[in-house]
Structures are given as C-alpha cells and as structure tokens.
Nanobody
Framework: QVQLAESGGGMVQAGGSLRLSCAASGRTSSTYFISWFRQAPGKERVFVAAISWSGTTTSYVNSVKGRFTISVDNAKNTMYLQMNSLKPEDTAMYYC???????????????WGQGTQVTVSS
C-alpha cells in the first residue's frame, strides 16, 4: 500500500502563486508515476501533471504548461507542484495520485490522497 498526503492549498488572487506538496509513504517503490489531478465542483476529475520518481519524465495538461512546474524530492519522498500565474479556472480540489506505470489515465491510479483545495479569486 501507498499513502499520500497533500498540503499547501489555499486561497489566492488571480496572478498569484501556490506550491502544493504530496508526501508519500509505504511501498513507494511499487509506483512509477506520481501525479496531480484536479476536480472542480460539478465536473469530473482531470489530469494536471505527472512526474516519474526519477524526475526524468514529466507530463502536463496543455492548460497549465508554462505556469505549473512539477518536481520530486526522492530523499523526502515528496512531490511538489509549483503553480504560478493562477487563474480563476484553476480553482478546484487538487489530488495527488500514484500509479505503477507512466499513465495519465485517472482509472489507472490505485493510490489517492484526500485532496487539498485551491481557490483563485478574480
């Protein structure tokens, strides 16, 4: 089993920044990709960004490219999402997830955190 715990959410004005953290514990060696998904009220949960534990492979949804940066600290078993130039449409619950393969498909992620809320006001 893998346990994931997110932190760093909050409320910020448009154009501001936040950094989300995802601390992993348990059998992290069984996972390959660790990712962020987000879910806005009334909408489905969608992929945002992913990174391999080695840090050599990353993937982003087009809407966050150039604004969000995903990174990993293996010594701390922690993954980060630096979010800059935030927009009101970035408002959502952000979830950390881990999978054993390099996938961005939500249904292929067996491990999920509880989520952290990000709210961007205009």
């Amino acid at each position: 089993q893998v346990q994931l715990a997110e932190s760093g959410g909050g409320m910020v004005q448009a154009g501001g920044s936040l950094r989300l953290s995802c601390a992993a514990s348990g059998r992290t060696s069984s996972t390959y990709f660790i990712s962020w998904f987000r879910q806005a009220p009334g909408k489905e949960r969608v992929f945002v960004a992913a990174i391999s534990w080695s840090g050599t492979t990353t993937s982003y949804v087009n809407s966050v490219k150039g604004r969000f940066t995903i990174s990993v600290d293996n010594a701390k078993n922690t993954m980060y999402l630096q979010m800059n130039s935030l927009k009101p449409e970035d408002t959502a619950m952000y979830y950390c997830a881990a999978a054993g393969t390099p996938t961005i498909a939500r249904w292929e992620y067996p491990y999920w955190g509880q989520g952290t809320q990000v709210t961007v006001s205009s």
